[in-house]
C-alpha cells in the first residue's frame, strides 16, 4: 500500500524470479477400487450409499446440506432404470446438475425404504441423510419421537464417518515421520476416484467438468450440451462407476443372455437353411419320381404297340 501511495515502483519479476514455484496441484490420490470395497462394507448401514453417490457423481461432501430425496430422479429407458439425476446445490447460485449410476439410486432409495419401515415419515422434502436411531428395540412412547424427528447430518458429520470408517477398516493408519498428509483425502478422494474413472471411460473432458460443478472458462458461455447428451456421455462411465459385485453379475448375465440370443438366432438361421435345402431336394426328387413315371408310361405304350405291331405280322 505504501509503495503505491508513493508510487514506488517494485520489480517483482525480478523478485520472484529467484523463488521456488510452488505445485499447483495436491499429491494425494484416488482411493483404489479395492479400498473402496473396504469402506463400504463399514457396518453403518449410511456408509454404502454415501460412498456410492459420492464415488458416481463426483459431488463435493458440502452438497449433503442442500440433499433432499426430491432432488434426486430416477431415468428409466425401455422399462430400465439407466442412471439418475441430481440437483446439486438445489435453489442455490452454484445449483447444478449430475448424474449416479443405478447401483447408487438402488442403495439410497433401499435406505430411504429402512427408514420409511422404521417408522419415519418418508416425504419429498425428507434429508437423504440423517441421524441414527435405536432400531434394536421396538419404538415406544419414549423412542417414538427419534425415529420421526429426523437430524439432518451435516457435511461435517459426513466427513467424519467416512474418516472413522477409514480408521475402523484399517485404510487410514498413522502418519510417518516426516509426512504431513495421508495418501487420499478422506471426502475428496472419491471426487478424484470419478474423474479418473470418467476419463477412462472415454468421456468429454468438458462434460466431466460441468458434471462436476467446474467453471470452463468461457465454455461457460457457449458450451450448451442438453441433459440428454451429458446423460448419454455419462453412461460410457457407469460400468466404470459402478463399484459393487453385483454390478459384475449382472453384466455376466446379459452377456450370457445375448450369447444365448445370438446363438438361438444362429440355430433358427440354420435350421431355416437346412429346411430350404430339404424342400429344394424333395421338390427335385419329385419332379424326378414324376419324370421316371412318366418315362415308364411311355416305355409301357411302346411295348404295348410293338407286340400289336407283332401280332400284325403273324397274321400276314
Same mark, same amino acid.
Given at each position: 500500500?505504501?509503495?503505491?501511495?508513493?508510487?514506488?515502483?517494485?520489480?517483482?519479476?525480478?523478485?520472484?524470479?529467484?523463488?521456488?514455484?510452488?505445485?499447483?496441484?495436491?499429491?494425494?490420490?484416488?482411493?483404489?477400487?479395492? =479400498?473402496?470395497?473396504? !469402506?463400504?462394507?463399514?457396518?453403518?448401514?449410511?456408509?454404502?450409499?454415501? %460412498?456410492?453417490?459420492?464415488?458416481?457423481?463426483?459431488?463435493? %461432501?458440502?452438497?449433503?446440506?442442500? #440433499?433432499?430425496?426430491?432432488?434426486?430422479?430416477?431415468?428409466?429407458?425401455?422399462?430400465?432404470?439407466?442412471?439418475?439425476?441430481?440437483?446439486?446445490?438445489?435453489?442455490?447460485?452454484? =445449483?447444478?446438475?449430475?448424474?449416479?449410476?443405478?447401483?447408487? +439410486?438402488?442403495?439410497?432409495?433401499?435406505?430411504?425404504?429402512? *427408514?420409511?419401515?422404521?417408522?419415519?415419515? !418418508?416425504?419429498?422434502?425428507?434429508?437423504?441423510?440423517?441421524?441414527?436411531?435405536?432400531?434394536?428395540?421396538?419404538?415406544?412412547?419414549?423412542?417414538?419421537?427419534?425415529?420421526?424427528?429426523?437430524?439432518?447430518?451435516?457435511?461435517?458429520?459426513? *466427513? *467424519?464417518?467416512?474418516?472413522?470408517?477409514?480408521?475402523?477398516?484399517?485404510?487410514?493408519?498413522?502418519?510417518?515421520?516426516?509426512?504431513?498428509?495421508? =495418501?487420499?483425502?478422506?471426502?475428496?478422494?472419491?471426487?478424484?476416484? +470419478?474423474?479418473?474413472?470418467?476419463?477412462?471411460?472415454?468421456?468429454?473432458?468438458?462434460?466431466?467438468?460441468?458434471?462436476?460443478?467446474?467453471?470452463?472458462?468461457?465454455?461457460?458461455?457457449?458450451? *450448451?450440451?442438453?441433459?440428454?447428451?451429458? #446423460?448419454?456421455?455419462?453412461?460410457?462411465? %457407469?460400468?466404470? #462407476?459402478?463399484?459393487?459385485?453385483?454390478?459384475?453379475?449382472?453384466?455376466? @448375465?446379459?452377456?450370457?443372455?445375448?450369447?444365448?440370443?445370438?446363438?438361438?438366432?444362429? !440355430?433358427?438361421?440354420?435350421? +431355416?437353411?437346412?429346411?430350404?435345402?430339404?424342400? @429344394?431336394?424333395?421338390?427335385?426328387?419329385?419332379?424326378?419320381?414324376?419324370?421316371?413315371?412318366?418315362?415308364?408310361?411311355?416305355?409301357?405304350?411302346?411295348?404295348?404297340?410293338?407286340?400289336?405291331?407283332?401280332?400284325?405280322?403273324?397274321? #400276314?
Amino acid at each position: 500500500m505504501f509503495c503505491e501511495v508513493t508510487d514506488i515502483v517494485i520489480q517483482w519479476k525480478k523478485i520472484t524470479r529467484g523463488i521456488p514455484k510452488g505445485k499447483r496441484y495436491a499429491d494425494d490420490r484416488a482411493p483404489t477400487a479395492d =479400498e473402496i470395497h473396504r !469402506i463400504i462394507e463399514y457396518p453403518d448401514r449410511r456408509i454404502k450409499p454415501i %460412498v456410492y453417490t459420492m464415488a458416481s457423481s463426483g459431488i463435493r %461432501v458440502g452438497a449433503w446440506d442442500h #440433499l433432499k430425496w426430491n432432488h434426486i430422479l430416477p431415468i428409466i429407458r425401455d422399462g430400465r432404470l439407466i442412471a439418475a439425476k441430481i440437483n446439486v446445490y438445489a435453489s442455490d447460485d452454484d =445449483e447444478y446438475i449430475t448424474f449416479i449410476t443405478p447401483e447408487a +439410486y438402488s442403495s439410497l432409495e433401499s435406505w430411504m425404504k429402512y *427408514r420409511n419401515a422404521c417408522g419415519e415419515q !418418508i416425504t419429498k422434502d425428507s434429508w437423504v441423510m440423517r441421524d441414527l436411531w435405536n432400531a434394536a428395540k421396538l419404538p415406544n412412547k419414549e423412542e417414538k419421537g427419534k425415529i420421526n424427528q429426523p437430524i439432518k447430518l451435516q457435511s461435517v458429520g459426513i *466427513r *467424519r464417518l467416512v474418516e472413522r470408517t477409514l480408521w475402523a477398516q484399517g485404510i487410514r493408519t498413522e502418519l510417518e515421520p516426516g509426512k504431513r498428509r495421508h =495418501e487420499f483425502q478422506t471426502d475428496h478422494g472419491f471426487r478424484k476416484w +470419478y474423474k479418473t474413472q470418467c476419463e477412462i471411460a472415454g468421456m468429454k473432458p468438458i462434460n466431466i467438468e460441468k458434471l462436476m460443478g467446474h467453471s470452463v472458462g468461457i465454455s461457460d458461455s457457449y458450451y *450448451r450440451a442438453t441433459e440428454s447428451e451429458l #446423460l448419454d456421455d455419462y453412461l460410457k462411465a %457407469v460400468p466404470a #462407476l459402478t463399484i459393487g459385485a453385483e454390478h459384475g453379475l449382472q453384466n455376466q @448375465i446379459k452377456k450370457i443372455e445375448e450369447e444365448t440370443r445370438n446363438n438361438n438366432a444362429n !440355430i433358427k438361421s440354420q435350421l +431355416y437353411d437346412k429346411e430350404q435345402t430339404i424342400a @429344394i431336394l424333395t421338390d427335385g426328387n419329385r419332379s424326378s419320381i414324376d419324370a421316371i413315371a412318366a418315362l415308364s408310361d411311355q416305355v409301357m405304350k411302346l411295348t404295348a404297340e410293338i407286340e400289336m405291331l407283332k401280332i400284325g405280322k403273324n397274321l #400276314l
